[in-house]
């Protein structure tokens, strides 16, 4: 790869001292077509038309009317001036494209900071056709980049002012509101959140988060089950997933198993927080109700603590065959939900308990009366369809 300081000789002997392809070959070693690259390169980016063809300049000017209307004494320095523009111009440039991607585009930004660093030297006009931007732009970037910083300062003594009086209480609403009885200054609410944001100015109320899972892994499987939801005999598929039944005490989370043969709830757990200790023991209170079933599908979502290695070593150590629901199908475990969906308004919402104890109770006698009294639509109970299926 060549060097920097390689192209910039190449492309300063070809633009400004106008040397041909070859001679610059031979003079810095240089395959003649890596230099036309080189050039071509600038010059579409540029919107240069290359050496020695006819057209317009850069500046939009045919070559034919812009010598025309030099005058002969003027027109060397006016070229070489031009010229000497162009070359520190095109160092920049290059400079700020050394190392990028292919495809990414220098930032207009940075186009401007070149151009102020030569505004005493150059005309800004002449460095903005240049680079091909607009000169309104950068008289807007050169007076934001001036002022903004200045009194953005004010303002955060203001707001720290605020902060101090109440005590951190005020949100950037209040803030704004704050600002316009106190101060008699009207803010936009968005940037009195940009500097509260920036400046470690937040409030300190109402800002706990609720409790995420966050698994140990990120394992996927494939959707097994495929919405098969038949099975002929006991303990060949098995759907689980994880609810909430929110009391005004807090919220209590349910983990159920749910065999296929028959609807028969296998297991089922209740906790004060979604961990995967919840998931872990329903699925070994499962496994040892059922004596260690083996060749069994069970399906899940695509939940957190389904894709941990805690799942991952649990199914496999008691020889399940793990099954998720694809991205957004909720209908892949359509007989967990199914399930929920009964309880909560068969239960939850009938008999609306006011604490946990309550909640915990009403789940476990609503799965008792579910698998041995509640009648299906075959007219039989879950645990008297599953024990049918056992006799054939």
Excluded at 92 to 105: C, H, S, V, W
Excluded at 153 to 174: D, P, T, V
Excluded at 184 to 212: D, E
Excluded at 257 to 264: E, K, S, T, V, W
Aim: charged content about 30%; proline content about 3%; aromatic content about 10%.
């Amino acid at each position: 790869m060549r060097s920097l300081e390689e192209r910039e000789a190449a492309m300063n002997m070809y633009f400004r001292d106008g040397k041909s392809y070859k001679f610059i070959s031979i003079t810095l070693n240089i395959p003649v077509n890596t230099i036309q690259s080189w050039c071509k390169r600038y010059c579409e980016k540029m919107g240069i038309p290359p050496r020695g063809k006819t057209g317009l300049r850069s500046d939009g000017v045919r070559r034919e009317d812009f010598h025309s209307r030099i005058p002969k004494d003027n027109m060397h320095e006016d070229r070489i001036a031009r010229l000497e523009m162009e070359v520190d111009l095109l160092r920049n440039f290059l400079i700020l494209t050394e190392g990028r991607k292919e495809g990414r585009k220098v930032k207009t930004s940075q186009v401007y900071a070149v151009i102020k660093r030569f505004s005493r030297k150059y005309e800004i006009t002449s460095m903005c056709r240049f680079y091909k931007v607009s000169r309104s732009g950068y008289y807007g970037w050169a007076k934001g980049n001036r002022g903004t910083k200045d009194h953005d300062k004010e303002l955060i003594k203001l707001i720290a002012e605020c902060h101090k009086k109440h005590k951190r209480r005020y949100g950037y609403r209040r803030i704004v509101k704050w600002l316009k009885n106190e101060k008699g200054l009207i803010v936009n609410h968005k940037r009195v959140w940009r500097i509260t944001s920036s400046n470690n100015l937040l409030s300190v109320i109402r800002r706990k988060k609720p409790f995420r899972y966050v698994p140990n892994g990120n394992l996927r499987y494939d959707n097994v089950m495929n919405r098969e939801f038949s099975a002929e005999k006991p303990n060949e598929k098995w759907v689980t997933d994880i609810s909430y039944i929110i009391v005004p005490e807090g919220t209590l989370y349910l983990s159920a198993i749910r065999d296929l043969c028959g609807n028969f709830i296998v297991a089922h757990k209740t906790a004060k927080s979604q961990d995967y200790t919840l998931v872990r023991n329903t699925i070994e209170q499962a496994v040892t109700s059922e004596n260690s079933p083996k060749n069994l599908i069970l399906h899940s979502d695509g939940g957190g603590q389904y894709r941990s290695w805690d799942y991952y070593f649990q199914v496999t150590a008691h020889g399940l065959t793990p099954s998720m629901s694809r991205p957004a199908r909720c209908g892949d475990n359509a007989m967990a939900e199914n399930f929920f969906s009964t309880f909560k308004t068969e239960s939850i919402y009938l008999e609306k308990p006011q604490t946990l104890i309550e909640a915990e109770k009403l789940t476990d006698d609503f799965v008792h009366y579910y698998n041995y009294e509640r009648i299906q639509g075959n007219g039989l109970t879950p645990f008297e369809e599953r024990e049918s299926a056992r006799l054939i």
